[in-house]
């Protein structure tokens, strides 16, 4: 089988995962590297065993062979990147957060439209097994109808440069606070809600942390807490009116439980054995909608990415924050 070929933009951390992930997945290709930096692109071919490496942007998409660009710069090239990617004719799978704001998402999104060109949100946990047997489950009424959710997600991360400056788009929310709203988006659907929230910043002016409080038609709520200053539980528990679910390590979750309203469990479901990092779901689907000529995956629709972000967007205005580039 000819692998599927995909080339990585920007050599950071996550790009190594990536790239690690692709290396151990059948019929797909850890294909080039590119930084602008060709000396870190060369030692990240060697350390990760990627066939090419180039020292610009403009090398990796103009590359006959590259078949789709994984976009992993700071939030804050994003756009532009997708931009140079989908302008050279290649598809585009565009790292969490997709942008920094909802106006330079819709403007990607409307490019790979015009282009006739894939272009989607590398949200992992939209296209992870576990969360979309639990969906199912949740679905044909396991716990009822649900009424609230409750979640946490952080990290110690205050060490992490670009996290800390607003010129990278950085902040708990863009990095870590998009995970509980597209939990909570997977199970409540795009209802607009009401949200109420508050947020602790860092001298340098961005969201360190933040408590959400998010209210649906009908009396449904959910409450989420994110944080970059240490690790909490990481945890998830999504309550019926017949049960609820627990979930452990919601930002890739290990084990699911749903229990009935005797608090007794009904069914424990844990982390698929052939799953390796859990990024290697979102590269399927991104190849097979590429195969088939559709621009976006049915699992994370650009929909769903850009009201995500108009979410993200009219938090920081109440919060106050703005990026120098806006």
């Not at 610009?56 to 997708?82: F, G, K, Q, R, W």
């Not at 608090?263 to 859990?278: F, N, R, S």
Request: proline share 4%; charged share 25%; glycine share 8%.
């Amino acid at each position: 089988m000819i692998n599927f070929k995909v080339g990585i933009m920007g050599a950071g951390k996550i790009a190594g995962v990536i790239a690690d992930t692709l290396k151990d997945l059948d019929a797909f290709e850890a294909y080039a590297i590119a930084s602008r930096d060709t000396e870190k692109a060369a030692a990240f071919a060697k350390e990760h065993g990627v066939t090419k490496y180039y020292g610009s942007y403009e090398e990796l998409v103009a590359d006959p062979d590259v078949e789709l660009i994984y976009i992993a710069t700071p939030h804050s090239h994003h756009a532009e990147h997708a931009k140079l990617c989908l302008n050279a004719g290649k598809p585009v799978l565009v790292e969490k957060a997709f942008s920094y704001n909802a106006a330079t998402t819709e403007e990607v999104l409307n490019l790979a439209k015009e282009k006739n060109l894939f272009c989607g949100e590398a949200m992992w946990i939209r296209f992870m097994p576990m969360y979309r047997l639990m969906a199912e489950y949740i679905q044909k009424g396991a716990i009822g109808r649900v009424n609230n959710i409750t979640c946490s997600l952080g990290y110690s991360l205050l060490r992490e440069e670009r996290l800390t400056k607003p010129e990278l788009a950085g902040g708990a929310l863009l990095d870590l606070g998009v995970y509980p709203l597209n939990l909570i988006s997977m199970i409540y659907g795009s209802e607009p809600p009401m949200i109420g929230s508050t947020c602790a910043k860092l001298d340098t002016g961005v969201d360190a942390q933040e408590a959400l409080q998010i209210s649906y038609k009908g009396g449904r709520c959910a409450n989420a807490f994110v944080t970059m200053m240490y690790q909490p539980d990481n945890n998830a528990k999504i309550y019926g009116d017949r049960g609820y679910i627990e979930i452990d390590n919601i930002n890739c979750p290990e084990t699911f439980r749903i229990y009935n309203q005797d608090h007794k469990l009904v069914l424990e479901t844990k982390k698929p054995d052939k799953q390796t990092t859990g990024y290697e779901f979102e590269f399927i689907a991104a190849r097979d909608a590429i195969i088939v000529g559709q621009t976006e995956c049915p699992e994370m629709p650009h929909a769903e990415t850009l009201r995500i972000m108009q979410i993200c967007d009219s938090l920081r205005n109440t919060w106050q924050i703005k990026y120098p580039m806006e």
